[in-house]
């Protein structure tokens, strides 16, 4: 079986994972890309900036609109390496981004595939595409291990 190399979003969401667990917040990272050029990349920081709504998804976007200089991001890409929560996914659809990649999914706290399924709720103001499971492994190897540490 062939191993394809990652994407160049995702790789870098999981660099941006893994600078976050080296700061002890869970490792979780997003990348926004907008005509194959990268935007904005963050890792999770509720606990470094005491904000719980301080994502990785969160926190890119932000910097992706302040960038952009719109709080629309049309025809963006967000490379997360997780699936997104109700928050995440509510952020997203407001901001009306194209397309969501995320490496693992997230049966407990997720809300694209899983749970709430926001993008599917007929109140949800924009879908985005939706593609799963490139970088799984190492997305949840990271989050595995973060948390094996932790206890």
């Known amino acids: 079986m062939t191993k394809w190399p990652l994407p160049e979003p995702m790789r870098l969401a999981l660099e941006a994972a893994r600078a976050g667990a080296g700061e002890g917040e869970v490792p979780i990272g997003a990348v926004l ?43 963006c890409e967000l490379w997360v390496t997780l699936e997104p929560c109700a928050m995440c996914a509510g952020a997203i659809s407001h901001a009306r981004i194209a397309r969501v990649y995320y490496a693992a999914p997230d049966p407990k706290g997720g809300a694209v595939e899983h749970g709430a399924r926001v993008f599917e709720q007929p109140q949800c103001l924009h879908r985005p595409e939706v593609y799963s499971g490139m970088g799984e492994a190492e997305a949840a190897d990271l989050l595995r291990g973060f948390f094996r540490e932790k206890r």
Do not use: C, M
């Open 33 to 75: 890309v907008k005509n194959g050029a990268v935007i904005a990349s963050a890792h999770n920081q509720p606990r470094t900036l005491s904000d719980p709504t301080a994502h990785a998804e969160v926190l890119a976007i932000r910097a992706a609109a302040q960038a952009l200089g719109t709080e629309r991001l049309e025809g």
